[in-house]
């Protein structure tokens, strides 16, 4: 009996060391949050100029990337999120480097910083892998234009990308120009390549939210280099210790893979895994909805669309997130309008609703509906397609957005 009593005031001692070695982060500490980010997909077409640019398969080889960003909270220090989510090989990082953004291709040169990951100036990213980099001083404004240079010394392979950059990225024609001030001897792409976050050292009580969705969210057709988008809007209305990430892809689907793979199967990596979010905001199914346009979809109906929603709900709340549900805006007029997917829209929305199920609801169908004609977005709120918002329609949408569901 003492021996046993013994080894357990052992291992009671023990545990107490490990306590003082490992005690707990002060509650006013600084904290990580995500200031930008971007949801990663396989490449398919680029939108390109300029000499020097990628191969035919978009690969890089011996040349250098610069990709301008705007985050939106800000902080004291940086670091940035890499991912070679859809590569087929390592991915060789020659060189990395961050600064402020100054104009075209020009960076602030006393805000060059390299980065390094691990300590090490060159990394190869594992198919399938993100990496971070080590952080490094840097005082990130709020609502800052960032530059981050990459160099590939070796094939690149089809990268890995979010192809609506909205931001032009400058593409050396070769050499490793990461720390030059400017890039202007190559051409110019507007995606992101294996770039997936940025983020800063923000003050104790600094949070995220999470804009997760499909082209309306990812701001296609909004003006690209005006930070358009409705999370780019609503970002400049938030307080200085709330940010906003932009996680849409155009042409997403909930339940099937097609630009991008299915919301479902992204979830994870792109909300779930980023860092400091409390908040998401869900505006999908609606490509769910008009894919029954082309012909049968027996997968898509308006109770798999709702399963779906729950089904993120669910794994958000599992790690407590809070979930904004985010009603689906009109499309009649639109190429792939139905009469039975309007009954569709209108029941997913009935349910975001009046469910209950959420923890707010934002209802965008409502901001940008034509009074005169409901299932048809406002004339003056679209691009012409009756599908996407013009820039004045995303302003619309940010402003309609009641910040006290941030609080």
């Not at 399938?128 to 010394?153: H, K, Q, R, T």
Request: hydrophobic share 40%; charged share 20%; net charge negative.
């Amino acid at each position: 009996m003492k021996i046993r009593n013994l080894c357990r005031a052992s291992a009671l001692a023990a545990c107490a060391a490990l306590w003082v070695a490992f005690p707990a982060p002060a509650q006013d500490e600084e904290r990580w949050v995500s200031s930008w980010g971007s949801a990663q997909q396989e490449r398919r077409v680029f939108g390109r100029g300029g000499r020097g640019q990628a191969a035919g398969d978009g690969s890089l080889e011996n040349q250098t990337v610069r990709m301008m960003v705007r985050g939106s909270i800000g902080g004291s220090q940086a670091r940035v999120w890499l991912s070679n989510a859809h590569g087929a090989a390592p991915l060789r990082i020659g060189a990395a480097r961050i600064a402020l953004h100054d104009a075209d291709s020009r960076i602030v040169p006393e805000t060059d910083r390299e980065l390094t990951f691990g300590g090490m100036a060159s990394v190869a990213i594992p198919p399938g892998a993100p990496m971070v980099s080590d952080p490094v001083d840097l005082e990130v404004p709020a609502l800052a234009d960032v530059a981050v240079s990459l160099y590939l010394p070796e094939n690149t392979g089809s990268p890995t990308v979010h192809a609506m950059g909205l931001r032009t990225a400058y593409v050396s024609e070769s050499g490793d120009h990461t720390a030059a001030l400017e890039i202007d001897d190559g051409g110019t792409m507007n995606s992101w390549y294996w770039l997936s976050g940025l983020d800063v050292l923000a003050p104790a009580g600094a949070a995220v939210i999470a804009a997760f969705g499909d082209s309306i969210t990812d701001g296609a057709t909004s003006t690209p280099g005006a930070d358009g988008s409705w999370p780019s809007v609503l970002a400049e209305r938030l307080p200085a210790d709330r940010g906003i990430i932009n996680l849409g892809i155009s042409g997403n689907r909930l339940l099937a893979d097609g630009a991008g793979v299915s919301a479902l199967a992204r979830f994870d990596r792109d909300v779930l895994s980023r860092s400091g979010v409390e908040w998401v905001m869900i505006m999908e199914g609606i490509n769910d909805i008009g894919s029954t346009a082309r012909g049968p979809a027996p997968e898509v109906s308006a109770e798999t669309l709702i399963g779906a929603l729950k089904q993120m709900t669910a794994r958000a709340r599992a790690r407590g997130i809070r979930v904004i549900g985010c009603t689906l805006t009109p499309y009649e007029g639109a190429g792939y309008f139905s009469e039975s997917g309007e009954v569709m829209r209108q029941a997913v929305n009935a349910y975001i609703r009046t469910s209950g199920e959420f923890d707010a609801v934002v209802d965008f169908d409502a901001v940008v509906r034509d009074p005169e004609n409901p299932s048809r977005i406002r004339p003056d709120y679209h691009n012409g397609d009756n599908l996407h918002p013009n820039d004045a329609g995303y302003r619309a949408m940010a402003e309609a957005i009641d910040l006290a569901i941030f609080r």
